[in-house]
Nanobody
Framework: QVELVESGGGSVESGGSLTLSCTVS???????MAWFRQAPGAKREGVAG???????RYSDSVQGRFTISQDHAKKTLYLQMNSLTPDDTAIYYC??????????????????WGQGTQVTVFS
C-alpha cells in the first residue's frame, strides 16, 4: 500500500471548475490510479481512471467535463473538473493499485485510498 493525500476540494458555483490533486508517497509508481466519489446516501462510484501508460477511462456522467492526468515526476494525480453541477457534489477519493491493466472504474483492484476531499457545487 501507498499513502495518498488529496487536496483541492472546495465550494464552487454551478458551471465552475476545480482541480483536485492526489500526491503519492511511495518510491514505487502505482500501475493504475483512479478518482472515485461518494455523495451523501449514495454508493461510491468511479469517475475517472488512468494507468501508468496514460490510458484513461471516464464514467458517462463526467465524460467530456472531467480530465484525469498524472505527473510522474511529481508523483501526483490530478482531476480537472469543468462545467460542474450540483450533482457533482460529493467526497472525492483517489485510489491506487500496483497491478497493471487497462484503466478501471471498479473499486476491486485498488488497495490504497486517500482520505477524501469534499467538493460542493451550489446553484
Amino acid at each position: 500500500q501507498v499513502e495518498l493525500v488529496e487536496s483541492g476540494g472546495g465550494s464552487v458555483e454551478s458551471g465552475g471548475s476545480l482541480t483536485l490533486s492526489c500526491t503519492v508517497s511511495s518510491f514505487l509508481r502505482p500501475a493504475r490510479m483512479a478518482w472515485f466519489r461518494q455523495a451523501p446516501g449514495a454508493k461510491r462510484e468511479g469517475v475517472a481512471g488512468i494507468n501508468r501508460e496514460g490510458s484513461t477511462r471516464y464514467s458517462d456522467s463526467v465524460q467530456g467535463r472531467f480530465t484525469i492526468s498524472q505527473d510522474h515526476a511529481k508523483k501526483t494525480l490530478y482531476l480537472q473538473m469543468n462545467s460542474l453541477t450540483p450533482d457533482d457534489t460529493a467526497i472525492y477519493y483517489c485510489a491506487a493499485t500496483p497491478v497493471f491493466a487497462s484503466p478501471t472504474l471498479s473499486q476491486n483492484p485498488f488497495n490504497s485510498w486517500g482520505q477524501g476531499t469534499q467538493v460542493t457545487v451550489f446553484s
